[in-house]
Each structure stands twice: as C-alpha cells, then as structure tokens.
C-alpha cells in the first residue's frame, strides 16, 4: 500500500497553472530515460534517505520526473537554489561552482533564464546564509540540512520526489560545490520556465559576506585566547616558584633562596636581611655581608642600619669605625628599633666613638631595648644589674635576664649565666660543672669569645673541669687574637705570675697594654698601676706621670671602678698621685651608694683606719663591710671577718670570722681574704700543720702578685715558721716583693747583706719554676682558687677584670 504524500502548501490555482505549464514542455522520452535518471538521483542521495525506500507510485514517479527532468529549468533552479543553503559552512573560500558530470553539460543546454539565475548564485559562493525570504520557495523542495549536522528521515515516511533534491554538501565537509542547474537538459530541449518561476523575481545579490569576518575574528580571538591562557599558565607557574622560593627563604632558611630574592630588581629587603644574617652568623663572605647591611641602611631600613653599625664597631681591622657605628645606632634607635638601641646603650656605657660616657643613660636604653624583647639588649641590661652600672646591683635580676637571654641562643647571655653559676651569684650555690659547659658554648660561637677566657680559667684551676694549665693557656692565647680585651688582660696575668707559662713581666705589660687599647678598664688600671711604681718593665720616674693620667682619665670618664682604684692609689700616695684621704673618701663615698661593692669596702677601710683625717670607728666600718660582703665581695668579707675574729667595733665570733676569711679566700677569691687567711693560719697557734699551710699560701699570693703576702712569706723563711729558717729564701721574697713596688720591701732589701741578696738572685734564676710548681699542686688540691678571671675585689692584684662579662660589643 502506497503511502500518500505529503501534503503540498501550494495554492490550488498555481498547482494547475504550474502543471499545465509543465505538461507542455514535457519532452518526448520513454519511461527508461526518467527512470534512469531517478535511479541516479537516489544513489547520490543515499546517504540521506536510506536504502529501504519503497518504489514511488505512479502518481510519485510523475512528480520526480518533474523533479529531475532536466526540460524543467526553473523548478530545478529553484530547488538548487535551496540546496545551495545548505553547503558546508567549514570552507568558506571556495568561489566556482563545478559541474556535476561531464555527460550533463553534453546533454542538455539551459534556459537563458535558469542560466541567468544560475550565474546569479554562483556569485554568492562565500555566501552560506539562506535565500533571502522574497525568492518563496516549492512546497514540494524541503532541504533540512544545518551548517554542520546532517538529517535522514525517517525510513518510514515515503519522501516525496521532490525532497530528493536534498543537498549532499553535508555528506562532505570540505566540498562548497553546486551543481549546475542545467546539468540534466537534453540536447534539442527548450525548456520554458513555469508560471511560478515567472512570478518570482531574480533574487537580489546578497551584502558583501559577513560570516568570513565572522570567522576570522572568532579565529583571532581563539588564538588570542590561548596566549592568553598561555600567559595565565606561565604566570602561575611563575607565583608558584616564587611562592616556593620565599618559603625556603623564610621558613627553610634556605641560603640560596635567600640570595637569590636579595639580586633581584628591587631586592627583597627581608630576604636580604635573613640572608646576611645568616653569613654573618656563621662568619662567612664578610664583604657580602657588609655590603647588603650597608644597601639595607642605604633603602631605609631600620635594621640594616643597626646591622652594618655593629659591623663596624666589632671589625678588627682597618675598617672598625667607632663613631660612624654611634651616627648609626643612634638613628636605628630613634626610629624604634630595638637592637640599635641596645647598640646605642653599650657606647654610651663605654664611652665609645666619641661619646661621653654615661652609664645612666645607657642602662636606661638597655632597659628600654630589652622591654621590646630584644636579646642583645637583656644581656646588657643584665650585665649592668650584675656590676651596678648606671644602676643598683641587683645579681638575681642579673640572673633570671641572662637566662631567658641564654634561652634564645645568645651566647653572651649564656657567658653571663656561666659566671655567676661558676662564682655562686644571686645567692645560688656555685656550679662549676654547668658554668663550664656554658662557657665552652660560648667559647665555640662568634660573638662570645670572652667564654673561651672564662674556660681556660677553669682549666687553670681545675674547677668545674680536670685540671689542665696547658689547656688554659691555648684558650686564652685564642682568645687574645679573637677577643683582645679580656683574652689578652688575662693571658698578660698568666705571664705576670708565670701560671701555666713561663713568667715574663715584660710581656705581661704588653698584654695588659693591648687590652687597655680596646678600652678593658680592668687592664687599663694595671698598666697605669705599674707605670705608677715602675713595674712590668716600666720606668717609674718616665712613665709614673703618664700612669697616673690613664686612671684619672678612666675616673673622669665615668668608670665607678676606676675611680675606686684612684681612691686607693690617693689613701697612699702612690707615685705622682698624691696623698689625699679626704678626696679619696668622697670618691668611694659616692660610688659605695650607688652599691659599687668595692668602692663600700675602700670606704670601710678608711673609717676603720681613719685614713681620711678623722678619729677610727670600727664600729662604723662593720656595717661598710658588711654591705660590701652582701654584694658578694670578697675583701669586704675579708675584712668584716678579721673585724668578727678580732671583736673589734663589734662582739667577737672568732670562728665564725675565720669561715668568712676563708670563703672570701676560696669562694670568692679575694687575695686580701687569702692573705689575711694565711696570716691566720701562721701567726694564730693551730700548730706546725696550719702555719706550713699559712706559708705555702703566703708564697703563692706572692707570685700571683700580693705583695704584702710576699713579705708574709719572708718573715715565715726568716723566722722558721711553717718551715725551716732559709736566709736565701726569704730574700728571694723580699727581692719579689721590692721589684713589684712595695716601698717597704725595698727598705727590707738594704738591710739585707750584700753577698746574700747576691745569693738570692741567683737563686731566683735557677729556680724560678719552684715556686709555680708549689702554686700548681696547691690548686690542684683546691687549697686555693687564683686570684685570676678578674673575681671582685683583688686589691694589689696587677689586673682586676670585673667577675662579668664585657657589656656586648654591638
């Protein structure tokens, strides 16, 4: 059963007008040649209707003879006309259409009219929109291709034969041919145009093509876009490095991130400051570090300024530049910073680069530096709290500050940690054994070299480690070259006493002399001492004035210290300072209230003695004494002691002034208390065995440098006491004793026989280990603990350096 077809749209009256058109043009053919022809239409259309089509009735072979005849123009036309919309959008270029067979052009020759209109759409090949909506289409021709989508339909509807005009242009992408309306006429065949095709009118030439621009732009901007995500891409790959890269900057502390951020355009300030930090740290390319310090400063930063400014004050050489360091630590510090104002502090406390000196003000720096949780300026603050610069002592403030300092890897804090554990401060008990770890953590960092002093001290004495004088000596050799002040004040000791190394004045004088170049008070005081009486190979009458100058300029400069030992040197005239006990208890007095420990002990002594012109008051004296020993002063205690034992000024407790006598000895290494200790021990009546300990002490505190104990050790030889009488050997003491200075020991020396005194040199030249190797085996014994390391209070001493650290060099 045939399927009926689709209905036609057209109009009644033009279907008839139409079919009695076509009817008249119809040519004269057999049934073979249109069925021919529609068997070729239908494979070159397969792909869109399907191979299982029924055969068309006859009704329907009629209306595809009417399709497909080539004597029928104007239909033809129109319906490629309508596939023409249909070609494939994807070229666009292709501007001739080519015929479809080479048999069609021999067939057949089309109406002048379909050729027009034919010619008319070949112009607008680059064209792919529809005919525009005047040219009405068949009802009967029904194109449904898209620009890039094919459509079958349906098997089951029985197309009409007009619908195989359907464009194959979808069947193939690439191809924007027509075919050529004329393609099937036949040879002798005029065609006349129906009536519909005269009632349309010629379609009028399409606007120049837009959809190529279209393209074009599209394309453009496809190609636009992929750059641009192309950059996107980079770009975050790019933030991903540099993410990464600070990271291991900031976080991992990475050198070479670091450096790397630092030569960039700008440079990143913070990568640059961690990254000289972190050289400077670990004493590596100097110059690099200088040099981003000094760019840092140059941009505006605070902490490069403070940085490149403790360079300065600490470089060794050519390049120190003390008063460049101030100009810049004062301005870090005025701009907020923290580690310039504990910079600023410390030149002040020692008047450097020009300064005047003034402990108040930088204690108060200090303590403002350390409020804003600046380690350097904790040590500081603690170091003045432990010495009573520019403030009252205060040893257990001193003590919880250097160990919270200590806590954030400042090496300095721990050395100041280290001593007071070691000398048993802010009323701990001593620990040697944890004071020497902490000083060999000093010893081995960069900015804490004074441990290495503090450690080969306890190597010398044998606290807190094995005893080993070799040991000691190496680490104060390295700590002169690498840390002059203290390294070399104390090594010129050692060369004083001949502890640990041969005995040699003379250089012991140029240490201390170096030291007192790089401003260790301590070293100063012993080199204007011996200028004074004409010690360590100083000429007294040549050098006495210049002498006397070194300590009154380190007095005027405001050293409370100083200013004591001027004090002591006024009580007795010594060289061109004249005798002036008036003056000199003025100076004390101010010094004792601000808790100066040493300056209450002088201060003690002239009450007690009435040294300033006034009547003695022992009575007085005690509680000078007293205050002084609560400051853990060993003299003070010494002295408060003798006055226990004695029972003078206050009720008498002799034993227990004698166990203050000795701890001021052993604890706290007063070589007054050790004199005074020894005294005891010779002249108090305990028997054979005290007085030969008595001796043994006198002589050691002699070659240490107590002179008066070296008149003590004379009078012990010349009087058989601790010993046998030995004439030579207690000239040798006097001969010390007279060549140190004592006024009185070179007034012994001339009522000493000429040939003995003779005798006695000689002696001393071949024997001058004797006495040593006594002073070794002494302390290896802990008998008693050399008056060296600068412990408070060693009156008579060549050097005294302060029991604590150096204020840090910033």
């Known amino acids: 059963m045939s399927k009926v077809p689709p209905s036609d749209p057209t109009p009644e009256s033009e279907r008839e007008e139409a079919s009695d058109t076509e009817a008249a043009s119809e040519p004269a053919t057999d049934g073979g040649e249109a069925s021919t022809s529609d068997s070729s239409e239908n494979d070159a259309s397969g792909d869109d209707e399907g191979d299982g089509a029924k055969p068309p009735t006859p009704t329907q072979a009629s209306d595809e003879e009417d399709a497909d005849e080539p004597s ?211 004493d590596q390319d100097a110059p690099r570090v200088r040099e981003i310090f000094n760019d840092l400063c140059e941009r505006g930063s605070l902490e490069g300024c403070a940085r490149i400014a403790r360079v300065l004050l600490n470089d060794k050489g050519e390049a120190r530049d003390e008063v460049r360091a101030a100009e810049l630590f004062d301005k870090s510090c005025k701009g907020g910073n923290a580690l310039g104002c504990a910079g600023r502090a410390h030149m002040l406390i020692l008047g450097l680069g020009g300064l005047t000196k003034d402990e108040e003000a930088g204690y108060k720096l200090a303590e403002q530096s350390c ?155 012993a080199v204007g001492k011996a200028k004074l009486v004409g010690a360590m190979g100083f000429d007294r009458e040549k050098d006495g004035p210049a002498g006397a100058k070194l300590i009154s300029d380190s007095c005027d400069g405001g050293d409370t210290g100083a200013c004591v030992e001027l004090a002591t040197l006024e009580l007795q005239g010594v060289g061109s300072v004249k005798q002036d006990g008036a003056k000199a208890k003025e100076r004390v007095t101010k010094a004792c209230e601000k808790n100066h420990a040493r300056a209450c002990t002088v201060l003690g002594g002239i009450i007690a003695q009435g040294l300033d012109g006034t009547k003695p008051d022992p009575s007085s004296s005690a509680s000078f004494f007293k205050k002084a020993c609560d400051h853990k002063d060993g003299d003070g205690c010494a002295f408060y002691g003798a006055q226990l034992a004695d029972g003078r000024g206050i009720p008498q407790k002799r034993d227990k002034g004698l166990e203050m006598i000795q701890k001021a000895c052993r604890s706290l290494g007063s070589i007054q208390g050790c004199t005074m200790y020894a005294q005891a021990l010779m002249l108090g009546g305990g028997g054979a065995e005290h007085e030969k300990e008595g001796l043994e002490m006198a002589e050691q505190l002699c070659v240490q440098g107590e002179l008066r104990s070296c008149i003590l050790a004379a009078s012990g030889h010349f009087d058989g006491r601790g010993a046998k009488r030995d004439q030579v050997r207690g000239t040798m003491f006097v001969l010390a004793a007279c060549e140190g200075g004592l006024p009185p020991a070179c007034e012994m020396k001339k009522r000493i026989p000429a040939d003995m005194v003779r005798k006695a040199e000689r002696q001393i030249k071949k024997n001058s280990d004797e006495a040593l190797a006594k002073l070794k085996e002494a302390q290896a014994k802990g008998a008693i603990v050399p008056g060296l390391s600068g412990l408070p209070g060693m009156p008579g001493a060549p050097a005294a350096p302060s029991a604590a650290p150096e204020a840090p060099a910033d």
């Open 371 to 525: 409020g804003d949780e600046e380690p350097r300026g904790c040590t500081l603050l603690a170091t003045a709290l432990l010495n009573g610069v520019g403030t009252e002592r205060n040893p257990p403030k001193a003590y919880e500050l250097f160990d919270k300092a200590c806590g954030q890897d400042m090496d300095r804090a721990c050395l100041g940690k280290g001593v007071m554990l070691f000398e048993g401060f802010a009323e701990q008990k001593p620990d040697p054994e944890a004071a020497v770890k902490l000083f060999k953590q000093a010893c081995s960092g960069k900015d804490a070299k004074e441990g290495c002093v503090q450690l080969a001290l306890a190597y010398l004495s044998g606290r807190g480690v094995e005893r080993n004088p070799a040991e000691g000596v190496r680490h104060l050799q390295a700590a002169c070259d690498e840390a002059a002040p203290a390294g070399c004040a104390e090594l010129g000791q050692l060369y004083m006493t001949g502890t640990g190394i041969e005995a040699d004045v003379k250089k012991a004088g140029e240490l201390f002399q170096r030291a007192c170049d790089h401003k260790h008070i301590a070293a100063c005081l």
């Open 72 to 282: 029928k123009p104007a239909a033809k036309a129109e319906a490629e006309t309508e596939s023409k919309s249909d070609d494939d959008d994807d070229d666009d270029d292709e501007e001739e259409d080519e015929p479809s067979s080479a048999k069609a052009k021999a067939k057949a020759k089309p109406d002048a009219k379909a050729k027009a209109k034919s010619e008319s759409d070949d112009d607008d090949d680059d064209d792919e929109d529809d005919e525009p909506a005047s040219a009405k289409p068949d009802a009967r021709t029904k194109s449904e291709s898209d620009d890039d989508d094919e459509e079958d339909e349906p098997a089951s509807a029985k197309p009409d034969a007009k619908s195989k005009t359907k464009s194959k242009s979808d069947d193939d992408d690439d191809d924007d041919d027509d075919e050529p309306s004329s393609a099937k006429a036949k040879p002798g065949t005029k065609a006349k145009p129906s009536a519909q095709a005269k009632a349309q009118p010629a379609p009028a030439a399409e606007p120049a093509p837009r959809r190529t621009w279209l393209y074009a732009l599209v394309g453009v901007a496809v190609l636009g876009g992929g750059a641009l995500l192309w950059r996107q891409h980079e770009q975050t790959k790019a933030a991903e490095r540099e993410a990464n890269l600070i990271d291991n900057c900031k976080q991992r502390s990475n050198k070479a991130a670091c450096d790397e951020l630092c030569r960039r355009e700008p440079p990143n300030d913070e990568a640059c400051l961690l990254h000289a930090k972190a050289l400077d740290e670990a």
